[in-house]
Structures are given as structure tokens and as C-alpha cells.
């Protein structure tokens, strides 16, 4: 199985921050890696797919990126509606497999 | 709008069985895989199972291998999961998600708002 490992566990940021989160898979999964983005009590939203597509409605300070095995998200001024836990997750074979999740907080 | 509702959740003892349902609207159900997601308390998020448009092909974790089996009624645009020989660690919220197929694997792009699954005695 294919596994996905996130860094930090926990990023203290402020609002207007730049911030990234990386993630690593175990084998290379090309580009086909997916980040959700989740707040408490509520289910996970999508927020890229394949690596550095943006899903519809989500704002333009978000973006992906990476190929392989390495990959980033980044928000490029963080707001507060940003604070979350964001997790990636890998679509290179019939199951998936998710990282541990990467919580954002307030500084 | 896409919309998914899961139903069935509850407290059951160990060794007992659940069947969870998650009924949709909003898109043409039986064009699209759809899969369970777990979430333990406090951890993160888990695949459970993925089964295909037609119902043809089904797919599970190594985890309920065996104690769990994904289901569909593309009559009711409905998708169920019945579970059996719980156990502790199976305590989790249960989402569902519909999935989006790509030419090598599939990922959820819509989730419903989880039920809740506790096996305890």
C-alpha cells in the first residue's frame, strides 16, 4: 500500500501569512494526489485535484503543486476562514490512502 | 446541488452488525462510483470501501476485508453499507462520498455530513 505522510502535524500562522504544508508518498503516484480541506464537525471539502488543479469555487489563494512523490499546498495570504485541518490524499490505484492531516492554527 | 445523507448509525455492542444507508440527490447516481470514509474519534480520515457505477465491482480496505459489504439500489439512489463482526476500533464517523473516476484511480469530490458509529458493550 501506498503511504502518505504530511509536515508539519501543526502550523501556528497568522492571517495574511504565506503558508505550506508538504506532503510525501512512499512511491511515485505521477500527479494523481488530491488536498481537502476540513473544520471540526464537518465533513472534508476538495480543494485540488491532481496535484495542481483547482476545484470550481475554491478561492485562487490556494494552490498545489509537485510531481513524484513530493508534493505542496499552498495559501498565500491566509484568511480566517482558513483555519483547518488539511489532508492529502493519493488516487493511484483502486484505494486511497489519506495523510495524517496537517492542523492549521491561529498564532 | 449535490447532496448525500447518511442514516444508521448508533451504539452496537462488539461482534454485532450496523447497516449504514446514504441517500443522494442531485447528480445521476448510478454514472458514479461511490465509497465510505471513516473518521476515529480524534484521527484521521480512513477509505473504507468503493463500489462502481453498476454495482458490478466493489473494493475494501484490508481492515473489513471480510466483516463488511458495500451495496447499492440505483432504483433509489441509494448506497448502503452493512457491517458486521464490529469491533472497538470500527467506533468511528462514517462518510460517504461520491466519488470522481479518473483513468487511474478516483477521488471523492462531494461528502455527506457523517454518522456516527460507536461499538462498545
Known amino acids: 500500500d501506498i503511504q502518505m505522510t504530511q509536515s508539519p502535524s501543526t502550523l501556528s500562522a497568522s492571517v495574511g501569512d504565506r503558508v505550506t504544508v508538504t506532503c510525501r508518498a512512499s512511491q511515485s503516484i505521477t500527479n494523481f494526489l488530491a488536498w481537502y480541506q476540513q473544520k471540526p464537525g464537518k465533513a472534508p471539502e476538495l480543494l485540488v485535484y491532481k496535484a495542481s488543479s483547482l476545484e470550481t469555487g475554491v478561492p485562487s489563494r490556494f494552490s498545489g503543486s509537485g510531481y513524484g512523490t513530493e508534493f505542496t499546498l499552498t495559501i498565500s495570504s491566509l484568511q480566517p476562514d482558513d483555519f483547518a485541518t488539511y489532508y492529502c490524499?493519493?488516487?493511484?490505484?483502486?484505494?486511497?490512502?489519506f495523510g495524517q492531516g496537517t492542523k492549521l492554527e491561529i498564532k | 446541488e449535490v447532496q448525500l445523507l447518511e442514516s444508521g448509525g448508533g451504539l452496537v455492542q462488539p461482534g454485532g452488525s450496523l447497516r449504514l444507508s446514504c441517500a443522494t440527490s442531485g447528480f445521476s447516481f448510478s454514472n458514479y462510483a461511490m465509497s465510505w470514509v471513516r473518521q476515529a474519534p480524534g484521527k484521521g480520515l480512513e477509505w473504507v470501501s468503493t463500489i462502481s457505477g453498476d454495482g458490478g465491482t466493489t473494493f475494501y480496505a484490508d481492515s473489513v476485508k471480510g466483516r463488511f459489504t458495500i451495496s447499492r439500489d440505483n432504483s433509489k439512489n441509494t448506497l448502503y453499507v452493512q457491517m458486521n463482526s464490529l469491533r472497538a476500533e470500527d467506533t468511528a464517523v462514517y462518510y460517504c462520498?461520491?466519488?470522481?473516476?479518473?483513468?487511474?484511480?478516483?477521488?471523492?469530490?462531494?461528502w455527506g455530513q457523517g454518522t456516527l458509529v460507536t461499538v462498545s458493550s
Open positions: 490524499q493519493q488516487y493511484n490505484s483502486y484505494s486511497y490512502t
Open positions: 462520498a461520491k466519488d470522481r473516476t479518473t483513468v487511474s484511480g478516483h477521488y471523492p469530490d462531494y
